[in-house]
């Protein structure tokens, strides 16, 4: 089956600038994540989503950062605007929520290396 | 609130030596146990999980883990390390709820390093 797609693989932009990310869960899982990652630690947490709803967004600096899923199938992060400490990859991830109730492992797409100047 | 401790920031072994990559855990409750590893620019992928049932959990590349409620440890084992098992390996702990919805919280991640 394919894996989890995400574009661009790099980018730089300059601070204040806007940004955004573009993910393609594998077929069929409702449940989608973003995660940041910052060099030399875990990754973080943003969003996540169930189908076309948010479940969780604790952790998602709302006053630049937005994302969405329309349809329950795709989904953009965007940035806006940018600060130098977003610099890190944000990684999407999806599984499929079935009766284990979180059990089920996440696949992840190779990230985008985001460069904040 | 759910946490991962991975004490170790890197691990040296030599090639064919056992391996062991160190996890603990804090969660209310029964948690669910995963590693993940991830190779330079390259996305994690999923080595295992600890849901219920058998301590012993087998995956990829011939790994596994040991889940110990007592020690609330679930670390990372080998009997014998190959080259291309050096990468960065992350724990990771969700606590499990009937909406599914708790968060998978991850470690900071070790980097495995064998020596030839």
């Known amino acids: 089956e394919a894996g989890v797609a995400q574009s661009p693989r790099y980018k730089i932009i300059e601070k204040r600038q806007s940004v955004a990310f573009w993910c393609n869960p594998i077929?069929?899982?409702?449940?989608l994540y973003w995660y940041q990652q910052i060099l030399g630690q875990g990754p973080k947490l943003l969003i996540q989503?169930?189908?076309?709803?948010?479940?969780?967004d604790s952790q998602l600096p709302k006053d630049r950062f937005s994302a969405e899923r329309l349809k329950g199938v795709d989904s953009t992060l965007k940035i806006q605007p940018a600060k130098l400490e977003d610099s890190a990859v944000y990684l999407c991830?999806?599984?499929?929520?079935?009766?284990?109730?979180?059990?089920?492992?996440?696949?992840f797409g190779p990230g985008t290396r985001l460069t904040v100047l | 609130a759910q946490s991962v401790a991975q004490p170790e920031d890197q691990v040296n072994v030599a090639e064919g030596n056992p391996l062991t990559v160190k996890c603990t855990y804090s969660?209310?409750?029964?948690?669910?146990l995963f590693w993940y590893v991830q190779y330079p620019n390259r996305g994690l992928q999923f080595l295992l999980k600890?849901?219920?049932?058998?301590?012993l959990v087998k995956g990829s590349y011939g790994f596994e883990a040991e889940f110990n409620k007592s020690q609330t440890s679930f670390h990372l084992k080998k009997p014998s390390a190959l080259v291309s098992d050096s990468a960065l390996y992350f724990c990771?702990?969700?606590?499990?709820?009937?909406?599914?919805?708790?968060?998978?919280?991850f470690g900071i991640g070790t980097k495995l390093q064998v020596i030839p």
């Open positions: 991830a999806s599984s499929s929520e079935g009766g284990l109730a979180g059990g089920n492992e996440q696949f």
């Open positions: 077929s069929g899982h409702a449940t």
């Open positions: 989503f169930q189908n076309n709803g948010v479940v969780d």
């Open positions: 969660v209310s409750g029964n948690p669910y």
């Open positions: 600890y849901i219920t049932g058998d301590n």
């Open positions: 990771a702990v969700r606590q499990p709820s009937s909406g599914g919805y708790q968060k998978v919280t």
